[in-house]
Each structure stands twice: as structure tokens, then as C-alpha cells.
């Protein structure tokens, strides 16, 4: 075989392989909005499940994931987005940077299912939580963490250095300099990587197992300390658990978690981009 | 006045700047203290090569020999597709596709990553376990070999994006000095910038695999969760992860049971850490 046929051939094989991708992905998403679509309406949004779960809505699993992202973010923002600027304009190229970066890295790596091993042990057992929302908020906010803090980095490094220059030298204190000078030149990458937390922690199943996820629970939690139903949970149930569930509402479930979900990670794509348009 | 606040903003933002490592470290340290006490009533050999797992019946036995065996054949199916894919695919974004073609694949690529584990769950057992029954002709389509082909597409977005980065990082002079000389795009990439990026495509491919021995909802929905050692991939079986959720709900807290389930989540931090720490040695050692 010539050189020119070879490459070729292995030019063609690739871009087969790699439309072999698409397939399966807009497939599923495909499949999932033909399925669910008649599901949906008004009462299907803004009602509890009624009779054994077999009619009515998903409204108590909606407002459910609502407060519990709600919470993980309230933890999870604050805390990622200081470390990040302590490792990006106060640490330096210290050691301790790289022993910071070493356990981001594992940490990310840590599977769900152990978060929520740690979060029933530690929240919701040694600290007298109980299975709530705090709880589950607590355990997704330590497991979205990575996200926060990477992203967030990746934002501080891209502020260029003449900004934070310019501050010092009209005497703005560090602090000042990071507050007015930097952090608002990196606001949109920490949107985005908040986005990409918030989307991960609301489709989460495994880490609100034990610390928070209600099997029914047709009323709103009042407090932080209440148990509460997850959109994910929920369609984990309603599949496997609770029998004569109608397909629609499956797929519906389904539909309303993967638009939550996957619109989230769609938002946080076009900040980014038009960020990265915006040349300084 | 001002430099007393910036003091203490300094100090504050150290402390939340080191809370990765605690929070890693409390992990660590409660799945041990929780383990340790499953191992003062069941010996860590018996635990790692016992081959029987009924946490239930009595006398108890806890051997979780059968849930590595599961984690790993889920793992093994799983690289056996994702691998040669995700290499392709990051090849052809990174050397081939036209920019427009890359503003399209890439973030479909990413869409991959963002559905939840627990929707590839339910397109399991509604979709791929039926398909997979009748296209092998078994009796039942909750195999092991199910739960890989799922966890192959979610291990994708990983390799992908960590193997088209390791491809980018290789310097453009290589390249042109390759086909300088003569050689194809194709003989250029196979022979010069593959080589180049094999640290990175190390790590892309353990990082894929750290992806995939954590993901739990999935296999717990389409592998059949028989606790049993399998004959074959087109068994039944199950994982670690699976059994971790599967049990938890109903054990007694402070029982052997529930201990031992901090065992089984002992045994998954410490492989997934040893993956994560090794793969972060070939992305530094790429990055060089």
C-alpha cells in the first residue's frame, strides 16, 4: 500500500470511529426528549406523586434538588473560591502549593459513593445531622469542591499580571488589589465553573443515598435539618423500586433531570466561550 | 489599621486554601477508623480473598473477593472499548478535524460527561440490557459485560479531553521537523507525536480508569448485582461501589455489616488514589 493510500485509510478510520461517538450521545439525548416530552405539563411540575407514586408530579424531587444545590453551592463557593485565591496570589510556588494541588487532584478522583460513605459517617452520624438537607448539602459541597477550586485557579491565572501591578503601585493593599483589581476580571470564569459544580452535585445519586434522599416526602422541607426528594433519587426509585410506574413518567423524570443537568453544562459552554471571544 | 486586616484576610484564606488536604485527610482517616474496626472482627486476608460475600446470613461471611473480581471485569470491558475510541477520537480532534468539525464534536464530547450516572442507569435497563440479551442470546441482559459498555461511554469525555491535551502539549517544531523530512501527517502522528504525548495518554488512560471503578449508580442498575464470582463477563455480577449502595440503607449502625462496608470504601480510596497519584505523575511528567 502506498504511503498516500495508508494514511488514508487510517484518516477514514478515525473519522469513523469518532461519528461512532456522536451516535450513542445524541441518541440517548434524543431517545429520553421523544419519551419524556408527553410527560410533561403544568400539574406533572407542580404536584407530589400520588398514589404510590403511579400519578400526579415530581414537584416535591424538583424543589428537593432546588435546596440541596442551593445549599452545596452556599458551602461549596465560598470555600473553593478562597482557597483558589489563596493558592493563586498568596502561596507562590511554595511546596505546600503543590501538596494543595496533589490532594485537589485525589480528591477529584474520590469516588461518589465514598463521599456518601463519609457523609452518613461523619455528618449525618458524628455530627448529629441526621439525613438532611445540611447533610447532603455538606457531602456535595466537599465532592463539587475540585471543580470550584481548578476552575476558579484557571480564572485567577488568566488575570493578566499588569492588572494586579497597576493596583500595587497606587498603593492598593493585596487584599484590595485581589478584590477590585483581579476578581472582577475572573468573575465570569468562576461563574462558569460554578455552573459546572452545581450541574454535577444536582445529578448526583450516590452521595445523597445516605445523607439526605427521601423515598416520599410530598411536603416541602421547612428547615436545613429535613430530610428532602431528589430529581436523581427519585428516578432511581421510580426504575427500580417502585413497581407500575408508568413509562411516561420515567421518562419524564428523566427528561426534567437531563434538561436541569445538561442546560447547566450548556450555560457554563457559552460563558465560557464568549469569554474566551472577549480578548483583553 | 489597613495592613492588620490584610493580615487576617491572609490568614483566613490560608486556612480555606489548605481545605482540600483536610478534607482529604478527614476522608481518609474516617473510612480507616471505621475500617479498622470491621478488621479487629475480620482478618484483612479473609476480607481481601474470602470468596463469599453474605454479609447476612449466619454465621456471616466477608469476603469481597467476588466485588473485586466484578470492579475489575466492569473495568477491563470498559478500556477494551473506551481505550482504542477515545485515542481515535482525541487523535482526530487534535490532528485531523477541521476547526468547525471540532466545535461540534468537542462539546458533544462533553455532553457525554454531564448526563447523570443515574439516566445511563435507567437507558441500561431500558435500552442497552434488553439489546445486549438478545444480541448475545443469554437468558438475562444484566451482565457485567452491560455495565462496561455503559461505563465505556462515561469513561470517554476523560480520555478524551486529557489525551487531546497530552497531544496539544507537543511541541509544533516536532511536527514540522517530522514533516520536513518527508514523512505523512498519518506516519508524523503515529511515529513522532504519539510518542511525544505518551505520558499524557498514560494518564488520560487511568484517569479513565479511576472514572470507571468509582462510578456506582450505573452498575448497581444494569449488572444484576449477583455477589457472586462470574463465570464469564455475560454473568451477573457486581462491584464494590454497587455494593457500598446497595446495602448501606439497611444495615444497623455500628454492626459488623455496616463496618464492613467502610472496609469496602477503604479498599476503593486506596485504588483510586494510587491511580490518581500515579496519573498526576505522567501529567507533570508530560507537562515536564
Redesign the interface.
Known amino acids: 500500500m502506498t504511503?498516500?493510500a495508508?494514511?488514508k485509510l487510517?484518516?477514514q478510520?478515525?473519522?469513523i470511529?469518532?461519528v461512532?461517538?456522536?451516535i450513542?450521545?445524541?441518541g440517548?439525548?434524543v431517545?429520553?426528549v421523544i419519551k419524556g416530552l408527553p410527560a410533561i405539563n403544568w400539574s406533572f411540575l407542580t404536584e407530589p406523586p400520588r398514589n404510590m407514586m403511579t400519578e400526579g408530579g415530581i414537584y416535591p424531587a424538583i424543589m428537593g434538588t432546588l435546596y440541596l444545590v442551593l445549599g452545596t453551592i452556599a458551602i461549596a463557593l465560598?470555600?473553593g473560591v478562597?482557597?483558589a485565591?489563596?493558592?493563586n496570589e498568596?502561596?507562590g510556588t511554595s511546596r505546600?502549593r503543590r501538596?494543595?494541588h496533589?490532594?485537589?487532584?485525589?480528591?477529584?478522583?474520590?469516588?461518589?459513593?465514598?463521599?456518601?460513605?463519609?457523609g452518613?459517617?461523619?455528618f449525618v452520624?458524628v455530627l448529629g445531622f441526621g439525613r438532611s438537607l445540611i447533610a447532603g448539602s455538606l457531602t456535595l459541597a466537599?465532592m463539587i469542591?475540585?471543580v470550584i477550586?481548578t476552575t476558579t485557579e484557571e480564572a485567577l491565572k488568566s488575570v493578566p499580571n499588569s492588572y494586579r501591578e497597576a493596583s500595587l503601585a497606587l498603593g492598593a493593599?493585596?487584599?484590595q488589589t485581589v478584590r477590585n483589581a483581579v476578581l472582577p476580571s475572573a468573575t465570569p470564569g468562576i461563574i462558569t465553573g460554578t455552573i459546572l459544580g452545581i450541574?454535577r452535585a444536582?445529578?448526583?445519586?450516590?452521595p445523597i443515598?445516605?445523607t439526605v434522599a427521601a423515598f416520599y416526602l410530598p411536603s416541602i422541607p421547612k428547615s436545613i435539618f429535613d430530610q428532602a426528594m431528589a430529581l436523581?433519587?427519585h428516578?432511581?426509585i421510580l426504575?427500580?423500586e417502585v413497581p407500575n410506574v408508568p413509562?411516561e413518567t420515567?421518562f419524564g423524570t428523566?427528561l426534567v433531570?437531563?434538561t436541569l443537568?445538561?442546560g447547566l453544562?450548556l450555560v457554563a459552554?457559552l460563558i465560557r466561550t464568549r469569554t474566551r471571544r472577549r480578548s483583553y | 489599621m489597613?495592613?492588620y486586616?490584610?493580615w487576617i484576610?491572609?490568614k483566613?484564606?490560608?486556612v480555606?486554601?489548605?481545605?482540600?488536604?483536610v478534607?482529604?485527610a478527614?476522608?481518609f482517616l474516617?473510612?480507616l477508623k471505621?475500617g479498622l474496626q470491621f478488621f479487629s472482627v475480620v482478618s484483612l486476608k479473609d476480607f481481601l480473598t474470602g470468596d463469599t460475600w453474605l454479609p447476612t446470613s449466619k454465621p456471616a461471611s466477608f469476603g469481597i473477593l467476588p466485588l473485586l473480581v466484578g470492579s475489575f471485569a466492569v473495568t477491563l470491558v470498559a478500556l477494551t472499548i473506551a481505550v482504542?475510541?477515545g485515542l481515535?477520537?482525541a487523535?482526530?480532534?487534535g490532528e485531523?478535524?477541521s476547526s468547525r468539525t471540532k466545535e461540534i464534536?468537542k462539546?458533544?464530547?462533553?455532553?457525554?460527561a454531564?448526563?447523570?450516572?443515574?439516566?445511563?442507569?435507567?437507558?441500561g435497563?431500558?435500552?442497552i440490557a434488553p439489546a445486549v440479551k438478545s444480541f448475545f442470546n443469554i437468558s438475562s441482559g444484566f451482565t457485567l459485560f452491560t455495565g462496561g459498555l455503559i461505563l465505556a461511554?462515561m469513561a470517554?469525555p476523560t480520555i478524551v479531553s486529557i489525551a487531546e491535551d497530552a497531544l496539544h502539549a507537543v511541541p509544533g517544531s516536532y511536527k514540522e521537523a517530522s514533516l520536513a523530512l518527508g514523512a505523512?501527517?498519518?506516519?508524523t502522528i503515529v511515529h513522532v507525536i504519539l510518542p511525544a504525548a505518551k505520558s499524557g495518554l498514560i494518564a488520560a488512560i487511568m484517569?479513565g480508569m479511576?472514572r470507571v471503578?468509582?462510578?456506582?449508580?450505573t452498575v448497581l442498575?444494569v449488572t444484576g448485582n449477583a455477589p457472586i464470582i462470574p463465570g464469564s463477563i455475560f454473568e451477573s455480577g457486581r462491584t464494590m461501589?454497587a455494593t457500598?449502595?446497595a446495602e448501606?440503607?439497611e444495615t444497623v449502625?455500628g454492626s459488623t455489616h455496616y463496618y464492613s462496608?467502610?472496609g469496602i470504601?477503604l479498599v476503593?480510596?486506596t485504588i483510586?488514589?494510587a491511580?490518581?497519584?500515579t496519573?498526576?505523575y505522567f501529567v507533570q511528567r508530560q507537562r515536564g
Open positions: 504511503k498516500a495508508k494514511e487510517a484518516f478510520l478515525l473519522t470511529a469518532s461512532m461517538v456522536l450513542p450521545t445524541v440517548i439525548i431517545y429520553i465560598p470555600l478562597g482557597a485565591i489563596y493558592l498568596y502561596a505546600m501538596l494543595v496533589l490532594a485537589i487532584v485525589n480528591l477529584a478522583g474520590v469516588p461518589s459513593v465514598v463521599y456518601g460513605l463519609f452518613l459517617g461523619f452520624i466537599i469542591l475540585p477550586i493593599t493585596k487584599w450541574g444536582a445529578g448526583e445519586t450516590a443515598l445516605f436523581p433519587y428516578l432511581y426504575v427500580t413509562e420515567k428523566a433531570l437531563l443537568v445538561v453544562n459552554v | 489597613k495592613n486586616k490584610d484576610i491572609e483566613i484564606l490560608l480555606l486554601g489548605i481545605s482540600s488536604i478534607v482529604l478527614m476522608i474516617f473510612l471505621d482504542p475510541f481515535a477520537l487523535i482526530y480532534l485531523i478535524a464534536l462539546p458533544t464530547v462533553e455532553l457525554l454531564a448526563i447523570p450516572s443515574v439516566v445511563y442507569g435507567f437507558i435497563i431500558t435500552v461511554l470517554l505523512s501527517s498519518w506516519e484517569l479511576g471503578i468509582g462510578e456506582t449508580m442498575m461501589t457500598i449502595a448501606m440503607g449502625h462496608l467502610f470504601g476503593l480510596f483510586t488514589f491511580i490518581n497519584f496519573a498526576d
